[in-house]
């Protein structure tokens, strides 16, 4: 007899797999996706873009590194991308009881019933993830003794489910970024704070017009991105007052929705650690980090933007520039963890945009004011 309990992963296009649960026993449902990464299941787990979503992996063990302890760093946890799982569910092919790792104080069979979140090893993955590539991303449920509808959570704004309620501040440098909380991976505040800066983080719908900040950083997030009425009406005015604007996967898609393009969700999405992309106009390719399900059409990018970086897959968009002012995006994450930073260099550049404008307005400054002095534009002042 098999002393884990059984349960049915049910998906929208009647396929069925039985499988054993290592997790929380109770039915859920949500949209069903894959993700390729050998490692990282602490950090993705805990990524609040995966909200609402049956995470499945391809790589065949996980479980043999347990899940870190919850110690604090910076004001965060400091292995993990927020401070709990988002997943709804987590699909895997074997589950390793036994772990072992430096910082490892719990399994993940025993995160997961703490944090109420079901897990079900025994399943098929490669086969299902042949399902999932050919149909595209479908809903799912998991079914333990009672049966329960199914859930889509692309209907609902799940950015004001993950987003922060109110402001928090971190570090005290120079540099004020207002940090626009879409669902933020921690690991991006922490790249942030490596530079000498002070990060204003604050929520999705939040109006900063008041605020007083060098630089606008708009976070990942998950969900589609034409539900962020308010973050892009905001980003709309700040695109005109030109601060420093850096974008990073929903923020990416929130800037171009501002700007005049338009997003689509993809078939399956970009979820994985090796996702290659193009930087356009030179042959210089990265590896990166990706999880998204919608993304920009670039038939839709407006005159005075140009594409920056391309998904050398799918030849999708997968990130913008303004051609005269110091605003960028990508859609992938420079900040990975676990995964590539080939790109890590980004937030460097952002820095650098900052640091400039703070020096062309200095000289505006003094060339316009006299001896009465002059703030600079709204939200963009010293």
């Not at 797999?17 to 290592?22: D, E, Q």
């Not at 399902?131 to 009672?146: H, N, P, Q, V, Y």
């Not at 993950?162 to 440098?173: A, D, F, H």
């Amino acid at each position: 007899m098999h002393k884990h309990k059984k349960a049915t992963l049910v998906l929208e296009d009647d396929s069925e797999f039985m499988g054993y649960s290592f997790g929380f026993e109770g039915s859920v449902a949500g949209e069903i996706v894959f993700n390729t990464a050998m490692t990282g299941y602490p950090e993705s787990l805990t990524d609040p873009s995966y909200r609402g979503q049956v995470l499945v992996l391809t790589y065949p063990s996980i479980g043999n590194y347990g899940v870190p302890g919850k110690t604090e760093k910076d004001g965060m946890l400091e292995f993990f991308e927020s401070e709990h799982i988002h997943a709804t569910a987590l699909i895997i092919s074997d589950y390793s009881e036994k772990f072992n790792h430096w910082n490892a104080t719990q399994s993940l069979g025993d995160w997961l019933k703490t944090e109420k979140v079901p897990g079900l090893f025994g399943i098929d993955t490669r086969k299902l993830t042949k399902i999932i590539r050919d149909r595209g991303s479908m809903l799912a449920k998991i079914i333990f003794e009672k049966d329960i509808p199914f859930y889509d959570p692309n209907k609902v704004n799940l950015v004001d489910e993950v987003s922060i309620t109110k402001k928090r501040v971190y570090g005290n440098g120079k540099h004020r970024i207002l940090l626009i909380d879409c669902g933020v991976k921690s690991n991006i505040v922490r790249y942030l704070l490596r530079f000498d800066t002070t990060v204003i983080r604050v929520p999705w719908d939040y109006d900063y017009s008041k605020e007083d900040f060098d630089g606008l950083f708009i976070s990942n997030g998950p969900g589609d991105p034409e539900m962020c009425i308010p973050t892009i009406a905001h980003l709309k005015d700040s695109i005109q007052d030109e601060p420093p604007i850096f974008g990073i996967c929903l923020g990416h898609q929130l800037i171009a929705l501002a700007a005049g393009a338009k997003t689509y969700k993809l078939k399956f999405g970009h979820r994985s650690h090796n996702q290659p992309v193009l930087k356009v106009g030179t042959n210089k390719a990265y590896l990166t980090s990706q999880n998204h399900g919608f993304a920009v059409e670039n038939d839709s990018i407006p005159s005075g933007w140009k594409s920056s970086f391309e998904n050398l897959n799918d030849q999708s968009n997968e990130g913008l520039k303004h051609e005269t002012k110091a605003i960028f995006t990508t859609q992938f994450h420079p900040e990975a963890s676990s995964g590539p930073t080939d790109t890590a260099f980004l937030f460097g550049e952002f820095i650098g945009m900052i640091e400039g404008n703070k020096g062309n307005r200095e000289i505006r400054d003094k060339g316009n004011r006299g001896d009465k002095g002059n703030k600079g534009n709204r939200g963009n002042r010293e």
